[in-house]
């Protein structure tokens, strides 16, 4: 309630991967106090597994929901796990759940990190699949990109992804969806 006077703060991120998330009835009444005031909950998927995400989007339809980084694949240039996929499109037949377009360098799982888009193509189609245009948010995860490369990597990596999914694609995923979901007042121009 406190911090939520202020304009800039717009959601919590439960990011430690020490903490062991559950859906206890405390959990699901203190993150209805977010969805209450319109505010955002992103989830490390280590920390809340995709199945946990499925059905806290269920208990609380109304909370904005974002999973950080590519749902927490680690990318090998090779076919998606099948269980993997299938968590995915439970937890993005939810209109409330949004997915980060980011983390790919970092977790790819060969190193240096690939710097050619078809190597995590499979991911990456799986999370256009399952979230479209409309509900995915492209994060630079900056400082934490330049583990596995650089940020202009990443953006490189996104472009070539997304460009020949035209203009307005672009524009969702790269400023609008994030503008939408986090509550952001845009100045005019």
Request: glycine share 0%.
């Given at each position: 309630q406190r911090f939520a006077k202020d304009p800039r703060y717009v959601g919590i991120r439960i990011r430690n991967n020490d903490i062991k998330f559950e859906l206890t009835q405390k959990v699901i009444d203190n993150l209805k106090l977010l969805a209450e005031r319109d505010m955002t909950a992103d989830f490390l998927v280590g920390t809340a597994s995709l199945e946990t995400i499925d059905k806290l989007a269920t208990e609380i339809p109304d909370l904005?929901?974002?999973i950080?980084?590519?749902a927490g694949y680690s990318a090998d240039g090779k076919t998606v796990d099948e269980k993997?996929?299938?968590n995915v499109a439970a937890a993005a037949k939810h209109k409330n759940v949004y997915c980060k377009f980011s983390g790919m360098l970092e977790h790819a799982k060969k190193k240096p990190?690939?710097?050619?888009v078809e190597y995590y193509r499979p991911m990456l189609d799986v999370l256009w699949e399952a979230f479209g245009p409309e509900r995915l948010i492209h994060a630079s995860n900056w400082p934490v990109v330049r583990n596995g490369g650089d940020y202009e990597q990443h953006l490189e990596l996104c472009y070539a992804y997304l460009r020949p999914k035209g203009h307005q694609a672009?524009?969702?995923?790269f400023w609008k969806n994030a503008a939408r979901v986090y509550g952001v007042k845009l100045p005019r121009r």
């Open positions: 904005k929901i974002v950080n980084h590519c993997w996929k299938q990190a690939p710097e050619d672009m524009e969702q995923v």
